[in-house]
């Protein structure tokens, strides 16, 4: 049995598993990946783009991340993944084909982000993809797509990448911008925070560098694409205007992230609805931790804020873990542990974790999508995986199904091999729309394992024990 268990190499895995192994914890860390990083530090130690302007300093950041872990003692688990997870703190994992239990003290879930699902229609199409998608292209590959190439949406990662590609030597056509002009407007309690944080001369330069190279238009508010066994072009408008195309090869979509919560949602963790943020989001306390006994959570995971604040978010989660099984006599009891997660230590993580949470709220508002971006009419396909369309969805409302659960059942929504990912929030917003409820009312998918698909051969090749059959019963 391991003292802690860390799902997710990315900047509050990598944080938390590096504070725990530096005071004396066993500590695993877990992840799909090949070598730590995550989404936002993909390929740190390893891209082949080597100008450090390309992808900026940010980016870079994620070295010391590494070779602090690397330093710390803690193992890493590559290629690795996380299919199960109990209340129990028994994780199921799946590696080079094999299937097996382990058993942790602690757990600390940081899985970080998805990109929220962005059903216009057409966005099915060959030659579209998230802006996402294309980051990672860029910084494990070094690839920037060619022909014309479009990227729609809003939020901050829209812009970095627009100006990421184009420092690898990319070219975008345009840039559709679906930000609505009262947006920044919202919360203007907020505007003083957010103007005293590095984020507003961060977007600012990036907003300028992008326009000087690329035609920018504003304030869209509609959009789709088309094209006949691939995308052809864009078509959009603004407000009452006409509507307008722009010829593309490529388009890339983005309207934020939120939280993966399937692994959370699957152990049993609590979770409330975010109303600015629109999204599930699990219930935590100051320290990360979950509705269930030595379960925290970490990082965007956690809520939407960013990697500087995830990091730090990773190592409230770690200092917690240590303090918990130094407190019942375990591990972690080495000198290093005082100075690592004393008073001091945990002031030092509160007050930097402040710094990079400040205007955040004033970021979320003003990027918040706009609802015809995240309620589709129609025939635009909502869950790709069962090619499930809107109105299929409004019709078995309208029949008495009342939430996303019973949905499965008329139409197999989120039965997919995405397990809902791409369309849990969609169904969740588009059910509560038509019976006038709310979100909060309306719930999520009953996440259960496997909450990633794996092969019945590994199941059946796995050590029969009281953990392999729970495993298999409870999923």
């Known amino acids: 049995m391991m003292d802690l268990a860390v799902i997710g190499a990315g900047p509050a895995g990598l944080a938390a598993a590096t504070l725990a192994a530096q005071a004396g914890l066993d500590t695993v860390l877990f992840d799909e990946g090949p070598a730590p990083g995550g989404q936002i530090y993909r390929a740190v130690t390893r891209t082949p783009l080597q100008r450090r302007d390309t992808l900026g300093a940010d980016y870079w950041h994620g070295q010391s991340l590494v070779k602090a872990f690397e330093a710390s003692g803690a193992r890493l688990e590559a290629g690795c993944t996380v299919w199960s997870l109990d209340p129990e703190l028994e994780l199921g994992v799946l590696q080079a084909g094999a299937a097996r239990m382990v058993q942790a003290r602690r757990v600390v879930i940081a899985t970080g982000a998805l990109e929220r699902p962005f059903p216009i229609p057409g966005w099915t199409l060959p030659g579209v993809m998230t802006v996402g998608a294309g980051q990672t292209l860029l910084k494990s590959a070094g690839l920037v797509p060619e022909g014309q190439v479009v990227l729609a949406g809003c939020g901050p990662l829209l812009w970095l990448y627009a100006a990421q590609c184009l420092r690898a030597g990319g070219r975008i056509a345009m840039l559709l911008d679906t930000t609505p002009r ?145 407190g019942e006599g375990g591990a972690g009891t080495a000198a290093a542990a005082s100075t690592l997660t004393g008073d001091d230590a945990e002031r030092n993580v509160r007050q930097a974790l402040a710094r990079h949470e400040r205007g955040r709220a004033y970021l979320d508002a003003v990027f918040q999508p706009a609802p015809q971006f995240r309620l589709p009419e129609g025939d635009t396909l909502v869950c790709r995986c069962e090619e499930v369309s809107a109105a299929q969805i409004k019709a078995t409302v309208a029949q008495g199904c009342e939430g996303p659960n019973q949905l499965k059942a008329f139409l197999r ?60 019963v409870r999923g």
């Open 413 to 472: 929504c989120g039965m997919g091999p995405c397990q809902g990912r791409l369309c849990g929030l969609t169904v969740t917003e588009l059910i509560a729309r038509e019976r006038g409820v709310t979100p909060a009312q309306v719930g999520y998918y009953r996440i259960r394992p496997p909450v990633k698909p794996i092969a019945l051969a590994a199941l059946a090749q796995m050590p029969v024990d009281d953990a392999a059959v729970k495993a298999v």
């Open 182 to 326: 009262a947006a920044y407007l919202r919360r203007l309690g907020d505007l003083p925070a957010f103007i005293a944080s590095p984020l507003l001369a961060k977007g600012l330069a990036l907003m300028a560098e992008v326009k000087r190279a690329v035609v920018v238009v504003k304030h869209v508010t509609d959009l789709a694409v088309a094209g006949d066994e691939r995308v052809r072009e864009l078509r959009y408008r603004c407000g009452t205007g006409p509507w307008q195309s722009q010829a593309a090869d490529t388009v890339l979509l983005h309207q934020g992230v939120v939280p993966n919560v399937n692994l959370a949602m699957a152990a049993g963790v609590h979770h409330e609805w975010d109303g600015t943020q629109l999204c599930w989001r699990p219930q935590l306390d100051g320290w990360g931790q979950s509705s269930i006994a030595g379960l925290a959570i970490a990082g965007d995971g956690a809520g939407i804020a960013g990697a500087w604040a995830a990091e730090e978010r990773g190592r409230l989660a770690g200092i917690a873990a240590v303090r918990a099984l130094k």
